[in-house]
């Protein structure tokens, strides 16, 4: 079966850097997506990685391992309002999206 | 601005009832998608579109149907068929099936009388 998987919940302080890992077993590759989920609201796209390494986008990074199923969203410079889910998909050999349950992650002042 | 709107916001659904949630895109997208979202769990693929007058079964399409006589449109029916829908619905679209990321709409949060 497919499946990816992130911890369900963290927390962090406001200024900090916190790291939201997510490993996945998954029928073929296509490439990893990192979404903001905040609570009754709509996902939004935050990262896409494809090739292994490190991708930079301001306060947010993401990193691929394909030959370890794994991948992290790096967080800088922690603000409150990062308070919210944080959702890692993967896109499969038929190019369906499989998505993690989502990381909540907390900031506190 | 261009985006994706879901209505109604909430809704609420009695016993044996069927009910429609929509779902509007002025992006120009061909790829639309509907998907649900439980507590604890990632979203799960109910239907996708790639393209009008057609449309494909997701992992959990029991229970439900869809049309897409339109581009821009993409309704969902919940069927009387399917016994627990309670659950936060999302609809999203991309320029193509495989091309992404998927742009989502605010949701409609769907609970049972």
């Known amino acids: 079966g497919q499946n990816i998987d992130q911890p369900t919940e963290m927390t962090a302080t406001e200024g900090a850097i916190v790291q939201i890992n997510c490993t996945y077993q998954t029928s073929g590759f296509n490439g990893l997506f990192w979404y903001q989920q905040h609570a009754g609201e709509a996902p939004t796209f935050l990262s896409y990685n494809v090739l292994d390494g490190l991708e930079e986008k301001g306060r947010f990074s993401s990193f691929l391992s394909r030959s370890k199923g794994y991948s992290y969203l790096l967080l800088k410079e922690l603000q409150m309002k990062d308070s919210a889910s944080y959702l890692c998909?993967?896109?499969?050999?038929?190019?369906?999206?499989?998505w993690g349950a989502g990381t909540k992650l907390i900031i506190k002042p | 601005d261009g985006g994706i709107t879901q209505s109604p916001k909430y809704l609420f659904r009695k016993e044996g009832q069927n009910v429609t949630l929509s779902c509007e895109q002025n992006?120009?997208?061909?790829?639309m998608y509907w998907y649900r979202q439980d507590p604890g769990q990632g979203l799960r693929l109910i239907y996708y579109s790639q393209i009008v007058n057609d449309f494909q079964k997701g992992d959990i399409a029991e229970g439900y149907s869809v049309s897409r006589e339109k581009k821009e449109s993409f309704p969902l029916t919940v069927t009387s068929a399917q016994k627990n829908p309670t659950a936060f619905y999302l609809c999203a679209s991309s320029i193509g099936q495989e091309v992404q990321p998927q742009h989502f709409g605010d949701g409609t949060r769907l609970s049972i009388l």
């Open positions: 992006l120009n997208h061909d790829a």
């Open positions: 998909a993967v896109r499969d050999s038929n190019y369906q999206l499989i």
